[in-house]
């Protein structure tokens, strides 16, 4: 695939370096939130065992019948000889040492002794332990080596008082006496029957408990003792059903019982009676107990092999086990997880002596797990510094925990993510404790939780959550970023945490790690979403961080250049202020906040027209409900205001002249106008977008309630081709301004009324609806749905709670009461407002007609009568042929009806932001991406992609030597388009063309000569696409299109039909102030993909400058031109250099680094009509190239003020386009005719409209457009017909 392609190409690694626009996870995934996955990491219910009974029949001196000792024989009971003193001092020191050591792993239990005990006094001492326990768990631990062995009938052996006989006591009753929960252990040859027996009375005590439940109806109450039913029950046997305890006597007695309570000791001697320990030289049993330190110091050697005894038998659990079962089993129960890890020593050491222990419930075999390589290999290192550390030299730590953290890292760093979990993640935890360790296991464990939630969730399975819970205390800085990172992961999969994290405190934590100024900006964005995790839905965590000041730590870094940061902060202040008397309590009601507040609002408000995305507009939307359902009474002002200025600002303005672009011109009074004055009133608050709103809205919400409108019209720029009229007809005191300003030189207005207008825009409430009136107007449907609907809410509000405004009543001569004053006390309108005829309104209900003075109401009508033809209230209810017999609600119920629908509390606007924003954080951010492996097969679409491009430019290049001297008629392509072409491109790379008609978009195949799809580009009726291009055509092509109302729209799946791919990634208005004309350019725009930004012009008096990286308007450029701006182009390598071609001839230059105001540097003005086309030329000449509709071709250098070069084309050019690599020009023209000339003036070929039989058909041109790359002419004729042509014979 590389033979014919260099590594060394340059335009191939151009591919690789330049940027994608609108390819982020917001743009290319549904902002839904992630799977909730119901975490089983917490247990349901804790348990603890507060009560123990040790029960020992050991008779001490005396045998049982049926066991026949060898001779030597294991004597050692709780390590103590029983023969080395009287029996009775050794069962009570027997009883006492056992009692020590399960008091090492629980000390605060109950502890009971039974030393030889009769039947009477195990069921006594068992139900005073149940009682006292209640629904604790009580522990009954038996050791019959002094009595016969259990039976088959599920018996095992007491005494009677006298000690002259054994008395059988039932496992039936012992099951009754113990209850549940409970935990039994039985240290006794043959144990195995007990636990057989054990499960045989608890299934058969479900069964007579069914029994006694069917026969209840015939029994009397006092009659029907329910068995209670035997559940949580755990047992652990010393053997099997068929097996003798060893009697090696090198080993204990209750070698069971010494595994279970002291695991290292018996592991040691174990250790040192195999043959491994001839290894290590001098090693005897009893020197093994010498071994210096305390179990519980993890310093001294005893306690440093203890700890990893821990780390390795929970690792063996954690890997064997079902997590279910681990958790009940190592997590529920301090006391029973400790003799669970023991029992799994206890099954490799007996094991050995062909015993094997059992359990309840069953354990899959674990003694020949390779971790126990792991612990022989710990022993073995420490008992070879044994007879060193006698002699009192320095212990040398294990390496133990080190080794284990390297192949944890082996693990994360090789192999694929589907492979089994690492065996090592238990020990991770246990090396959290260590201080040596800490760092490097923090890291490892976030580099582990971010392999995804399933990590998260094996991680808390295991018990990670009490550890990094602690960890949370400590004051290293060091350990900041790896704990924000950690904690950032969990609250990302589960939110629950917080509850935790408030009643630890942990929540202090957080706040100072956000409001540390020396932290990165990364840290402090995780810290910020803990926090907003542990306020989100959380009373308690939003009362513990506001006495945090989380408040006031956000709004001191909503102005941080790191764009994550500041989103998290303004949703962690969002989920702080959900609570409506929380905000009030702490925002407005402190003067410092309540002013940072009022200053993020009026941002927002101010930068409303860079929310240029779907994602973002929705999530202002849904924002700003939250804020207008607070102060749904303050906006109701503002909305009413705004519709009472609308009615007083009616000028019904008429244009007084047409300017040369063919702008429409109105008198100024003042006669005074300059650039900077027509630039300001662009940036005005309201603009004629916010005015349609406001007329189509206040009709709409009534809409929904009664159905008696008017059909109010709307108008739109004009786009006809009709002559500019001479500039001698432009009055003196006329100004080009949008008609939005012309009230403001209405004479009705007052200088103070005036004031108090512009001093709207320092009302936050206006600020804030006027942004829902724009965004009510958003061109992608699913914004303008939701803000439609607080609007709609708002404005109906005003509508039936607003006071009624006395009409003109024409049945009298005199007038009526005056309309009441103005109170501009209030929040201020929002400049502008619509003609009255576009504003009417229900009479019945905001305009009711005053009755004369003394006129009494008549009897059978509304107070206030609707006008002739409207309907009443109700109607709206049915059909115009609804039944004679219905009978329609009555008046009251109805209004009752638009109260509850006249109010923002009952609206659900929502989306799922929050959720999506937190997948950010359950996702790995520490992964390369896809595009960026090299093994991902995303990666390996993008190389072929590249290599692709490649080829074209390389294959075109072959065409481009040989264009300037050939001809360019042979027609490759021709098809009827479904409507007249406006606009057409091709696809740098792929055999597309886009072709634009008025409201959709063609894609053709123009090698294939096919169409592939055609959708609708959702723009108004009245509307027209002026503009397209392809983004990202080098990689993962979009297509945006730009309509003349101002609109973008950026389509992704272009190729594929509505609804089986094609996407609306984007849409937004780059351009909110189109000015009307009696002929305009609509929208103009020039995409930069080098830059990523997208230069916006056309029937307005600016530039603006977008940059689609960071989603904002950069800024906008006074164009100085009283006509609209019909082309641009730009200078995409030094990014500075910006030409604008006029509809009044002239050709202006703008240096973007300039401030806006200064940054027109040149106007070239020897073009006498509309300039069709300007083209900048790369390389080093970088000639100006532009063509006006007289037919003059100009050439321009910058440097100067006059053309260097003129072509005298056709006349009546329509469209005009210069090929970016081979040196050639063409015009098209109405007169049905394209001409095709080098850049030194020679015409290369003239297409045009041939009669006859075979001769060439072309319609009237009204679009051109070359291949970026290839030799080929695309043509779009007003006949719908679109051909190619190109320089290459059709094959």
């Given at each position: 695939m590389?033979?014919?392609?260099t590594?060394?190409?340059e335009?191939e ?5 330049l940027p ?7 743009h290319?995934e549904?902002i839904?939130?992630?799977?909730v996955v119901?975490?089983t990491?917490?247990?349901k219910e804790?348990?603890k065992?507060v009560s123990?009974?040790?029960v020992?029949?050991?008779n001490?001196g005396v ?7 060898t ?11 029983p023969l080395?003193?009287s029996?009775q001092k ?6 006492l040492?056992l009692q020590?050591q399960?008091?090492?792993?629980q ?7 039974s ?11 068992c ?13 009954f631990?038996?050791?019959g ?6 039976t088959t ?9 006298s000690?002259t006989?054994?008395?059988p006591l039932s496992?039936?009753d012992?099951?009754?006496w ?9 240290d006794?040859s ?5 636990l057989e027996?054990?499960e045989?009375f608890?299934a058969q005590?479900v069964?007579e408990r ?7 109806h015939?029994?009397?109450k006092?009659?029907m003792p329910l ?8 047992q ?6 068929n ?8 080993l204990p007695?209750?070698?069971?019982t010494s595994?279970l309570?002291t695991?290292?000791k ?6 040192c009676?195999?043959?491994s ?5 001098g090693i005897?049993p009893?020197l093994v ?7 519980n110091?993890?310093?001294?050697p ?8 821990t780390a390795?038998?929970?690792?063996i ?6 997590r279910d079962l681990?958790?009940?089993l190592?997590?529920?129960d301090?006391?029973v997880?400790?003799?669970?890890r023991?029992?799994?020593?206890a099954e490799r050491?007996?094991?050995s ?10 354990l899959?075999?674990t003694y020949q797990?390779?971790m126990?390589?792991a612990?022989?290999?710990a022993v073995?290192?420490c ?12 212990y ?8 284990q953290?390297?192949a944890f890292?082996?693990?994360?760093t090789?192999g ?6 690492p ?6 935890l246990?090396?959290l404790?260590s201080?040596?360790h ?5 890291d490892?464990?976030?580099r582990?939780l971010?392999?995804?939630p399933?990590a998260?969730s ?6 990670i ?7 949370l205390?400590?004051s290293?800085r ?5 704990l924000?990172f950690?904690?950032?992961k969990i609250l990302?999969v589960?939110r629950s945490?917080q509850a935790d994290l408030v ?6 934590y ?9 932290m ?8 910020a979403?803990v926090?907003?995790?542990?306020v ?5 965590g939003?009362?513990?961080a506001?006495?945090?000041n989380?408040?006031?730590i956000?709004?001191e870094?909503?102005?941080d ?6 989103q998290?902060?303004?949703l962690c ?5 959900t609570?409506k ?5 702490n925002a407005c009601g402190n003067?410092?906040?309540?002013r940072h507040?009022?200053l993020?609002l ?5 930068s ?14 849904v924002s700003?409900y939250q804020?207008?359902q ?5 906006f ?9 200025d609308q009615d ?6 008429t244009p ?5 672009g063919?702008w429409?011109?109105v008198?100024n009074?003042t006669?005074?106008t300059?650039?900077?004055e027509a630039h300001?009133?662009m940036?005005m608050?309201m603009?004629?977008?916010v005015r ?5 809205h206040r009709n709409?919400s009534l ?9 109010g019209?709307?108008s739109?720029p004009s786009?006809?081709?009709t002559?500019s009229?001479k500039i ?9 301004h949008?008609p ?8 009705s207005?007052?200088s103070k009324?005036?004031s108090?207008i512009?001093g709207?825009?320092?009302n936050?409430?206006?600020q804030i609806?006027?942004?829902m ?5 958003d ?12 609007v ?16 003109k009543d024409?049945?009298?001569?005199f007038?009526?009461p005056?309309s009441?004053?103005r ?19 229900p009479n019945e ?12 109401a008549?009897?059978?009508r509304p ?6 033809g409207?309907?009443?209230?109700h109607s709206h209810?049915f059909p ?5 017999f ?7 119920a ?12 009952n609206?659900k606007?929502?989306t ?13 951010v ?6 960026m492996?090299?093994s ?7 190389e ?10 390389r294959?075109a290049?072959?065409q481009?030597q ?5 001809t360019?008629?042979d027609?490759i392509?021709?098809?009827k388009?479904?409507g007249?072409?406006?606009v ?5 790379y792929d055999?597309?063309i886009?072709?634009?008609?008025k409201?959709?978009?063609c894609?053709?195949n123009?090698e294939?000569?096919?169409k592939?799809n055609y959708?609708?580009?959702q ?8 503009s397209?291009?392809?983004m990202?055509a ?15 729209r950026?389509?992704?799946e272009?190729t ?8 609306l990634?984007?849409?937004w ?17 020039d995409?930069e993909?080098e830059s990523?930004?997208?230069?916006a012009?056309?029937?307005?008096r600016?530039i ?15 164009t ?6 019909t082309?641009?182009?730009c ?5 500075s250099?910006?030409?604008?071609g ?7 230059l703008?240096d973007r ?6 940054s027109?540097v040149l106007t ?8 069709v086309?300007v083209?900048?030329?790369?390389g080093?000449e970088g000639?100006i ?6 037919g003059d071709?100009r ?6 003020t006059e ?6 084309t056709?006349?009546?050019?329509q ?12 015009c098209g023209?109405?007169h049905?005719l394209i001409?095709i000339y080098?850049l ?6 003239t ?15 009204n ?5 970026p790359h290839r030799v080929?002419?695309?043509?779009g004729s007003?006949?719908s017909f679109?051909s190619?042509?190109s320089?290459d014979?059709k094959r």
């Amino acid at each position: 695939m590389y033979d014919d392609i260099t590594e060394s190409e340059e335009s191939e690694l151009l591919d690789w370096q330049l940027p994608l626009a609108f390819m982020k996870k917001r743009h290319t995934e549904a902002i839904t939130g992630g799977n909730v996955v119901t975490q089983t990491w917490r247990m349901k219910e804790r348990m603890k065992t507060v009560s123990v009974a040790l029960v020992l029949c050991l008779n001490v001196g005396v045998d049982p019948p049926d066991v026949v000792k060898t001779t030597p024989c294991a004597r050692l009971e709780c390590w103590i000889d029983p023969l080395s003193m009287s029996a009775q001092k050794a069962l009570e020191a027997i009883g006492l040492n056992l009692q020590k050591q399960y008091e090492r792993w629980q000390p605060r239990a109950r502890y009971k002794q039974s030393l030889d005990p009769t039947v009477e006094e195990v069921k006594k001492l068992c139900t005073s332990l149940r009682r006292n326990a209640k629904e604790e768990r009580v522990l009954f631990h038996y050791n019959g080596h002094g009595v016969p062995r259990p039976t088959t009938n599920g018996e095992i052996w007491v005494f009677n008082k006298s000690y002259t006989q054994y008395i059988p006591l039932s496992v039936y009753d012992l099951q009754t006496w113990m209850g549940s929960p409970s935990i039994f252990v039985y240290d006794c040859s043959n144990a195995g029957l007990i636990l057989e027996s054990f499960e045989h009375f608890s299934a058969q005590k479900v069964h007579e408990r069914e029994l006694a439940t069917i026969n209840s109806h015939t029994l009397p109450k006092n009659q029907m003792p329910l068995p209670q039913p035997v559940k949580n029950c755990i047992q652990l046997a010393s053997c099997s059903s068929n097996q003798l305890l060893p009697m090696n006597p090198e080993l204990p007695a209750d070698l069971f019982t010494s595994c279970l309570t002291t695991p290292i000791k018996i592991a040691l001697r174990w250790f040192c009676y195999q043959k491994s320990s001839s290894l290590v030289s001098g090693i005897t049993p009893e020197l093994v107990d010498k071994i210096p330190g305390q179990l519980n110091d993890r310093r001294t050697p005893l306690g440093e092999l203890n700890w990893i005894f821990t780390a390795v038998t929970d690792t063996i659990a954690w890997n064997s086990l079902p997590r279910d079962l681990f958790q009940k089993l190592f997590r529920q129960d301090l006391l029973v997880a400790s003799l669970f890890r023991n029992f799994l020593l206890a099954e490799r050491i007996m094991r050995s002596y062909n015993c094997t222990p059992i359990s309840s419930p069953r354990l899959p075999q674990t003694y020949q797990h390779a971790m126990w390589q792991a612990w022989d290999l710990a022993v073995d290192i420490c008992l070879s510094q044994l007879p060193a550390l006698i002699q009192g030299k320095e212990y040398k730590h294990s390496p133990f925990f080190g080794e284990q953290l390297t192949a944890f890292q082996v693990w994360l760093t090789v192999g694929s993510d589907k492979r089994n979990p690492p065996e090592q993640l238990p020990i991770v935890l246990q090396v959290l404790l260590s201080q040596v360790h800490r760092l490097r296991a923090l890291d490892l464990l976030g580099r582990f939780l971010d392999l995804g939630p399933w990590a998260v969730s094996l991680a808390l399975s295991v018990g990670i959550f009490p550890y990094v819970l602690k960890l949370l205390q400590s004051s290293a800085r060091e350990l900041r970023p790896l704990l924000v990172f950690i904690w950032a992961k969990i609250l990302a999969v589960d939110r629950s945490c917080q509850a935790d994290l408030v009643k630890d405190h942990g929540h202090k934590y957080f706040l100072s790690v956000l409001a540390d100024p020396f932290m990165p900006a990364e840290h402090r964005t995780m810290a910020a979403f803990v926090l907003a995790m542990i306020v989100h839905d959380y009373r308690n965590g939003q009362e513990a961080a506001l006495q945090g000041n989380v408040i006031a730590i956000c709004l001191e870094q909503l102005n941080d250049s790191h764009p994550l940061l500041r989103q998290w902060l303004a949703l962690c202040l969002a989920r702080v202020w959900t609570k409506k008397e929380l905000y009030h309590r702490n925002a407005c009601g402190n003067t410092k906040n309540g002013r940072h507040v009022r200053l993020v609002l009026k941002t927002i408000c101010q930068s409303h027209v860079a929310v240029n995305t779907v994602r973002r507009a929705e999530e202002l939307v849904v924002s700003l409900y939250q804020l207008i359902q607070q102060f749904e009474g303050q906006f109701a002002s503002v909305a009413r205001q705004i519709l009472e200025d609308q009615d007083m600002l009616d000028e019904r303005n008429t244009p007084a002249a047409i300017a040369p672009g063919g702008w429409e011109v109105v008198l100024n009074p003042t006669g005074k106008t300059n650039d900077f004055e027509a630039h300001r009133r662009m940036s005005m608050p309201m603009n004629s977008t916010v005015r349609k709103q406001t007329r189509m809205h206040r009709n709409h919400s009534l809409a929904s309630v009664h159905n008696v409108y008017r059909n109010g019209t709307q108008s739109s720029p004009s786009s006809s081709g009709t002559a500019s009229p001479k500039i001698g007809s432009v009055p003196e005191n006329a100004s080009l301004h949008p008609p939005t300003m012309t009230r403001l030189h209405s004479n009705s207005w007052s200088s103070k009324a005036l004031s108090k207008i512009f001093g709207s825009a320092s009302n936050v409430y206006t600020q804030i609806w006027k942004v829902m009136l724009m965004l009510a107007s958003d061109p992608h449907h699913e914004v303008k749905q939701l803000a439609h609907s607080l609007v709609n809410a708002i404005n109906l509000k005003v509508t039936v709670t607003g006071k009624p405004r006395h009409m003109k009543d024409t049945r009298q001569t005199f007038s009526a009461p005056s309309s009441p004053v103005r109170n501009y006390d209030e929040p201020s309108g929002i400049i502008g407002g619509p003609p009255d005829e576009e504003l009417r309104i229900p009479n019945e209900i905001v305009r009711p007609v005053a009755l004369r003075p003394g006129e009494p109401a008549p009897p059978e009508r509304p107070q206030n009568p609707a006008p002739i033809g409207s309907q009443f209230p109700h109607s709206h209810q049915f059909p115009r042929t609804r039944k004679i017999f219905d009978k329609g609600p009555t008046t009251a119920a109805t209004l009752e009806d638009v109260r509850d629908m006249s109010t923002t509390q009952n609206l659900k606007i929502s989306t799922e932001f929050l959720e999506w924003s937190c997948k950010y954080f359950a996702r790995s951010v520490m992964k390369l991406p896809e595009e960026m492996d090299p093994s991902s097969f995303v990666h390996r679409e993008r190389e072929w992609r590249f290599v692709r491009n490649s080829r074209v430019r390389r294959e075109a290049e072959e065409q481009i030597q040989r264009a300037s001297a050939s001809t360019l008629d042979d027609q490759i392509f021709i098809n009827k388009n479904q409507g007249t072409p406006f606009v057409v491109k091709f696809h740098p790379y792929d055999p597309h063309i886009a072709v634009a008609d008025k409201e959709g978009v063609c894609i053709w195949n123009w090698e294939q000569g096919g169409k592939i799809n055609y959708f609708s580009n959702q723009n108004p009726r009245s509307t027209k696409i002026t503009s397209m291009d392809f983004m990202n055509a080098h990689d993962l092509p979009l297509l945006f299109t730009g309509s003349d109302d101002g609109c973008v729209r950026i389509w992704r799946e272009y190729t594929s039909p509505a609804g089986s791919g094609l996407e609306l990634v984007t849409a937004w208005q780059a351009l909110s102030e189109m000015l009307p004309s009696s002929r305009g350019s609509g929208l103009v725009v020039d995409w930069e993909q080098e830059s990523g930004m997208l230069l916006a012009s056309g029937d307005v008096r600016a530039i603006r400058v977008w940059d689609t990286q960071r989603e904002i308007k950069l800024q906008d450029i006074p164009t100085g031109a009283d006509s609209c701006i019909t082309s641009l182009a730009c200078d995409s390598v030094g990014r500075s250099l910006l030409i604008a071609g006029c509809g009044d001839g002239s050709v202006r230059l703008y240096d973007r680094r300039l401030t806006p105001l200064d940054s027109r540097v040149l106007t070239l003005r020897e073009h006498s009509s509309w300039v069709v086309n300007v083209h900048l030329q790369k390389g080093g000449e970088g000639k100006i190239i532009s063509a006006s509709v007289s037919g003059d071709v100009r050439f321009w250098d910058p440097r100067f003020t006059e053309s260097v070069k003129v072509i005298n084309t056709i006349p009546n050019v329509q469209a005009m386009d210069v090929h970016q690599n081979a040196g050639i020009l063409a015009c098209g023209s109405h007169h049905q005719l394209i001409s095709i000339y080098n850049l030194a003036g020679d015409t290369l070929s003239t297409i045009k409209y041939y009669e006859g039989f075979i001769g060439q058909r072309i319609g009237p041109i009204n679009c051109l457009a070359f291949h970026p790359h290839r030799v080929h002419l695309a043509a779009g004729s007003t006949d719908s017909f679109l051909s190619i042509y190109s320089t290459d014979k059709k094959r």
